[in-house]
């Protein structure tokens, strides 16, 4: 089983929608959770990071957060073409990180 | 701003050919990684150190050695380059985690793009 796992899409939705991107990991250690947005040929850049159960927003995106059900979610609120990217879940368990394959999403304008 | 960054954008060498990649980070981070990324296989850890002279094989290593002499400063050498190492290099660093603080972010360089013929 992999570490952390994630729907690889392709994911569509007009421009003003409600994008949701879903994560689950397997290690019920895991201390702190981060969201990649991946554009096509660049690094992964570091959005938005949650360490407690729940929902931390910031601007368009809220990370949710379930560690009895193990999994962590990417709401982008007001879905913009420039949005459209590969979007990389990751957990930290002590010294490492675990990455998902990413999810492919595309804003239709 | 945090900075990390990584010696070539795009490299093209031939087989057999030893291969350094150069990686700085500005951020006084302990901790430091490579990983190769391919489609459909994601992002895969090569090697991480957590101190200056330590380093941790990741999940894919044969092939690559590491070098970390200063803190800010960590290497990934191809010994002799093979056509399927060719692949998106790279490199990142972050604060170890730390329960107080639970600030454990990774930051990625630009990547460099190896070619070997």
């Known amino acids: 089983q992999k570490e952390v796992e994630q729907n690889s899409g392709p994911l569509s939705v007009p421009e003003g929608a409600i994008a949701s991107l879903n994560c689950t990991y397997s290690?019920?250690?895991?201390?702190?959770f981060f969201w990649y947005r991946q554009y096509s040929g660049k690094s992964p850049e570091l959005i938005m990071f949650?360490?407690?159960?729940g929902d931390k927003e910031d601007g368009r995106f809220t990370a949710q957060l379930n560690k009895a059900s193990q999994y962590v979610s990417l709401l982008i609120r007001d879905s913009q073409p420039s949005d459209s990217a590969t979007y990389l879940c990751?957990?930290?368990?002590?010294?490492?990180?675990?990455f998902g394959t990413g999810t492919s999403l595309t804003v239709i304008p | 701003d945090v900075k990390v960054t990584q010696s070539s954008r795009y490299l093209v060498k031939r087989t057999g050919e030893k291969v350094f990649l150069e990686c700085v980070q500005d951020?006084?981070?302990?901790?430091m990684f490579w990983y190769r990324q391919d489609p459909g296989l994601g992002l895969r850890l090569i090697y991480f150190?957590?101190?200056?002279?330590?380093?941790e094989k990741g999940d894919i290593p044969e092939g690559y050695s590491v070098s970390r002499e200063k803190k800010e400063r960590f290497s990934l050498i191809l010994e002799s380059a093979s056509t399927n190492q060719t692949s998106m290099y790279l490199c990142?660093?972050?604060?170890?985690?730390?329960?107080?603080?639970?600030?454990?972010?990774?930051?990625f360089g630009p990547g460099t793009r190896l070619t070997v013929t």
């Open positions: 290690d019920r250690g895991s201390q702190s």
């Open positions: 150190s957590y101190d200056v002279k330590m380093k």
């Open positions: 951020m006084d981070h302990e901790n």
């Open positions: 990142a660093s972050s604060l170890p985690p730390d329960r107080g603080r639970l600030k454990a972010e990774q930051y």
């Open positions: 990751a957990v930290n368990t002590g010294n490492q990180f675990y």
């Open positions: 949650i360490y407690s159960n």
